[in-house]
Each structure stands twice: as structure tokens, then as C-alpha cells.
């Protein structure tokens, strides 16, 4: 999403009543990604229907979930994303990343070593053909620009609102206390995440920043049907989806620890 803004600290919503499936809510460490190929993943591409991705974004190479962009004539604001097929709504996620090659001609400069992971995500299903991103949370993901300081595992807010320390924070962006990282760098981010009460961003172990009470709300997301953003919307739960905006990057060791409630 769009650059990160300064740091602030001091339901119906087409999902319906989800759960996770009992076979799902052991305390062990689950796979969600096998290396080899992308099922259990769906991509959605804006301008392009559920399940199209013609321009071969998202693929699998040597083990590694890779975005990249040579099928591309011009980014031109396509925009795009992998879900993973199981919402979730109280649970551990752990990835690595690290940024590769050239940002893709016409990508946007704010979105340069730039990529994330979105959390309570609507469904790709219930999303607009030219929806530009899906209504969730992000923990944004970047790497050193040469402008200085530059943190990763940043929050942001696409039609989202949340709370810190009990107060309202309508920021599009708000960065985390992480350091700044090379972009060729593998970079592990573990993610707590417990329904609409209380979200974690961890960085090498690190606690980066840390916000509750999520609700639908707020801007910056564009394309989607009116009845999929029913601003004031407790949000607990949802899909979870990396994302394509133009820089190559890699991900791997995607994992997750569902939790029972």
C-alpha cells in the first residue's frame, strides 16, 4: 500500500459465521505453502476475474513462492494478490521474505521494495473485477530505499480502521519500531493475530508494533461492491493473502499455528 505516514502510539460483511475447521485448531505449525506448487491458493489480479492471472505473477520457483512481473508490458496499476483457500480468525503466521531484481516499469514510486501480507481479508470472491485492494489489514513489508530509515512490518488500513492504546487511529499507515532492512535480505515476520481483540507484529523475534479492535472503515481501497464495505463492522476474522505491487519479491516458510477460542 500507499508509503507509510508517521507513526502514531502512545461480520455480516460476506463472511458470515466462520470457523475453523476442527481439523485445523491443534497447537502445531501448519504448512500453507508445500514448495512445489500454489494449491490451496487463489489469485485475484485487478481487471481480471478470480482465478486469472495471465501474466504468470505468482509461481513457484526453486521452492520458493515468487511475484514477479516479466509478463508485464506496463505495471499499470494491476494490482494483485494470492489468498490462501481457509479464513482464519484466531492464530499465529510466520513467512520470510526478501525482495528481488528490478521493480516492474510503471510501478508506483511509493510502491518501490514494497510488498505485504494482508490479515481478515474479504474473500477473493467478494471482490470487485477492478478492485484495487481487498478490504483487510496489511502488514506491509519493505526494504532500505537509500532515503534512511525505513522499517518494515508496518500496519496498514485499506477501508480498515483499528485501535491503539484505546484510541481510534484513522492513519492510512502507521510505522512500526522495526530497523530497516537490505532488500535482498531474507526477513522473518511472525504475525499473532487474535480475531478483532488484539493483533501483534513480531520482526526477528522482535515486537514491531501492536494494535486491537479492528473494524471496517476509512478509505483508500477502491473498486469494491458497496455491500462488501458496511463501515463500523467488527473485524475478527477473515482470509489471508500476499501481495504483487510491482517490486519482485519471494516468500517463504509460510506457516501457520491456528488456535482455538
Not at 76 to 87: I, K, Q, T, W
Not at 108 to 122: D, E, F, I, R, T
Request: with cysteine; aromatic share 10%.
Amino acid at each position: 500500500m500507499l508509503s507509510v505516514m508517521n507513526p502514531v502510539r502512545a461480520g455480516v460483511w460476506l463472511l458470515g459465521v466462520l470457523a475453523v475447521p476442527a481439523a485445523l485448531q491443534g497447537q502445531e505449525w501448519q504448512s500453507l505453502f508445500d514448495g512445489r506448487s500454489l494449491d490451496g491458493w487463489t489469485v485475484k489480479i485487478r481487471g481480471h476475474p478470480v482465478g486469472d492471472d495471465p501474466y504468470g505473477t505468482f509461481r513457484v520457483e526453486d521452492g520458493l513462492l515468487t511475484v514477479g512481473y516479466e509478463g508485464y508490458d506496463g505495471f499499470d496499476e494491476r494490482f494483485g494478490h494470492l489468498f490462501h483457500e481457509v479464513p482464519y480468525t484466531d492464530y499465529d503466521l510466520q513467512l520470510d521474505y526478501r525482495f528481488v531484481g528490478e521493480q516492474a516499469p510503471g510501478g508506483p514510486g511509493w510502491a518501490l521494495l514494497n510488498s505485504g501480507v494482508m490479515l481478515h481479508a474479504q474473500s477473493p470472491e467478494t471482490m470487485g473485477l477492478d478492485q484495487d485492494f481487498p478490504i483487510s489489514l496489511e502488514a506491509q513489508f519493505l526494504a532500505d530505499d537509500g532515503s534512511g530509515h525505513r522499517p518494515t512490518a508496518n500496519l496498514c488500513t485499506p477501508g480498515t480502521h483499528v485501535e491503539m492504546n484505546g484510541a481510534l487511529v484513522e492513519a492510512h499507515c502507521i510505522e512500526s519500531d522495526s530497523p530497516t532492512f537490505p532488500g535482498h535480505e531474507w526477513v522473518t515476520v511472525e504475525l499473532v493475530v487474535r480475531g478483532g481483540d488484539r493483533i501483534v507484529h513480531l520482526v526477528q523475534g522482535d515486537t514491531v508494533i501492536a494494535y486491537e479492535a479492528p473494524v471496517v472503515g476509512g478509505g483508500v481501497v477502491s473498486g469494491f461492491p458497496p455491500e462488501a464495505k458496511v463501515d463500523g463492522t467488527r473485524l475478527d476474522r477473515g482470509w489471508i493473502a500476499v501481495q504483487s505491487e510491482s517490486h519482485p519479491v519471494q516468500f517463504r516458510n509460510i506457516r501457520i499455528r491456528p488456535r482455538a477460542r
